[in-house]
């Protein structure tokens, strides 16, 4: 099985993305399956448009998004994307929605196609903190979540931790929880191999 496997880059006033540093440390082969990857731009208007490039271009099989979310210690594959871009700050090309329909006439959340139970079971398996999530957030992630789950290739989105190397602290996390709390550094390191479990434990 061919993967396709994206982060994102760095947004806010931060320098560092840990979705994007452990999707581009994955190796090019995930058990049987072989992985591409690609860093997906933080903007309501671009990331959609570049997925669905990158989605032409490649063909996968699968496609797992992966997200940083400051507020969250575990790593929390999502059930839902909803159909709304609300932002509590700019994104990186400026534009800040407001409860805006990411598509008009279009279903209010959809669903996962790739299992998230079965990826934070197998995290849980290896002694990892995880669980399944309800709520994306209405920042980008949801943004390219929502895209994902409405495409034909089976999907699922991911959020990680917002993990920094020693003597950085993440500012963002509240585009996906509203009480988000500076989050531990430790566990960076581990991220991509966590990732991995978690991928290999969703597609069975």
């Known amino acids: 099985m061919h993967i396709l496997v994206t982060g994102f880059e760095p947004f806010g006033n931060d320098a560092f993305n840990a979705s994007g540093e452990a999707v581009r440390q994955l190796p090019a082969r995930l058990g049987e399956h072989e992985v591409t990857t690609a860093i997906l731009p933080v903007s309501f208007a671009a990331s959609g448009q570049v997925l669905a490039s990158l989605l032409a271009e490649h063909q996968p099989d699968a496609l797992i998004c992966v997200g940083e979310a400051g507020g969250r210690a575990a790593i929390t594959p999502e ?122 434990g969703a597609l069975g």
Request: aromatic share 4%; hydrophobic share 45%.
């Open 79 to 200: 059930r839902w994307a909803v159909n709304e871009d609300h932002a509590r700050i700019p994104d990186n090309d400026g534009e800040q929605p407001r409860s805006t329909a990411i598509r008009e006439n279009a279903p209010t959340r959809v669903e996962a196609s790739i299992n998230p139970t079965a990826a934070a079971q197998a995290l849980l398996a290896a002694g990892l903190e995880a669980s399944v999530s309800e709520d994306a957030g209405r920042f980008v992630c949801n943004h390219v979540a929502y895209v994902a789950y409405s495409q034909p290739v089976p999907a699922l989105f991911i959020h990680v931790p917002a993990l920094r190397p020693p003597g950085i602290w993440a500012t963002v996390g509240a585009e996906t929880d509203a009480t988000a709390i500076q989050q531990q550094r430790s566990g960076l390191s581990e991220l991509p191999q966590a990732l991995g479990i978690a991928i290999l």
